[in-house]
């Protein structure tokens, strides 16, 4: 199937030989920009965010990026893109059974991903012999059930992903969502539109299930059902871990050193104040408890770890010069000895 080609290196504004942290220091930057929760026009934002969380996906990810830049010089086709002679990405495109029927098409609306990235860049997961998945479009092999014609058989089911906000993990959320088919027979599509719950505390890889809405059943057996795959969406200034959150937060040396009180980020949108103790060191973890993602049914919430980096100034006035020539001579610290 021809596709959309999307240049995820203009989405994030940076040239394409541009090094990881160039990469996630654009992302950060514009995903505060447009994160649904500060942005004025929010509905607008919401597109945009999705469209740089999936630029961030592919090319934040070493091996996604990899297949990316093989996939690039081919963009612009007539016709819509079509990845090169031999590409063994996770392409589905054009599939067929194994009796070489053509398959039947699955698509989906409203879950985050566009086309492209659900083609090349998708779970790629199977839901049992006979149906492909590539994020949220399927083909299903009609032809395996030829061989028992009059025996009525289940419909397959149908695995996609969805992309859901840290924000939308921690309330919960109603995700419309729409499905098309196209019956590759006689080229009739049938259009689908229902509506998801995404429960609080819905993590990474948990897969919701939508009954019914899968393949369709034969010699009248029932239909498959559809499985979301949650896929959660990069945050500029959260990481998570099962229930917990990680959250990097840059130091000057003197407040590793002598301790301090700083005002961090929460996912509730409130600001809150960590204190930070004296002898801090580089890398070390900082817990605030009950501030991460709600664990599932329990009510209870994960914890948040603030993960310090110290940051050393590139450049300093000659003022600034004599202070740390002044300290370098006063202090007993000596890293190198025992």
């Keep these: 199937m021809a596709v959309e080609f999307k240049d995820y290196y203009t989405t994030l504004g940076v040239p394409r030989d541009a090094s990881e942290a160039d990469i996630k220091k ?55 893109f079509h990845p090169p002679p031999g590409w063994t990405g996770n392409a589905r495109g054009g599939a067929r059974s194994a009796s070489g029927t053509q398959a039947r098409e699955f698509h989906f609306g409203g879950t985050g991903f566009s086309d492209f ?28 059930f030829h061989a028992a014609a009059n025996q009525p058989h289940r419909g397959r089911d149908v695995e996609g992903d969805i992309l859901v906000t840290l924000q939308e993990a921690m309330d919960g959320t109603m995700r419309p969502i729409s499905l098309q088919t196209v019956d590759p027979a006689t080229g009739k599509a049938e259009a689908h539109e229902f509506t998801v719950r995404i429960p609080a505390g819905a993590s990474e890889g948990r897969r919701i299930r939508v009954p019914g809405k899968g393949g369709p059943g034969f010699n009248g057996g029932e239909p498959g059902d559809l499985f979301l795959r949650i896929r959660l969406a990069a945050h500029p200034e959260f990481r998570p871990k099962e229930s917990d959150l990680y959250h ?13 009180e700083v005002e961090i980020p929460s996912l509730d949108g409130n600001k809150l104040k960590l204190r930070i103790p004296a002898g801090t060191q580089n890398g070390q973890q900082l817990r605030l408890r009950g501030r991460g993602l709600p664990k599932g049914r329990t009510g209870e919430r994960g914890d948040l770890y603030v993960v310090t980096n110290v940051q050393l100034p590139t450049s300093i006035t000659e003022d600034e010069r004599a202070h740390w020539e002044a300290l370098a001579k006063a202090s007993h610290f000596r890293p190198r000895q025992g």
């Design 26 to 80: 654009a992302f950060r930057k514009l995903a505060r920009e447009h994160h649904p929760d500060v942005a004025k026009d929010k509905e607008a934002a919401e597109e945009r965010f999705k469209e740089i969380n999936e630029a961030y996906e592919v090319l934040g990810d070493p091996d996604n990026r990899k297949k990316y830049d093989t996939l690039g010089p081919n963009w612009n086709q007539e016709g819509g």
């Design 117 to 144: 990235f659900e083609q090349f860049f998708g779970g790629g997961a199977s839901a049992g012999g006979g149906v492909y998945g590539f994020g949220g479009g399927m083909d299903e092999e009609e032809g395996f």
């Design 248 to 260: 990097d937060l840059d130091l000057a040396p003197w407040e590793a050193v002598l301790g301090s």
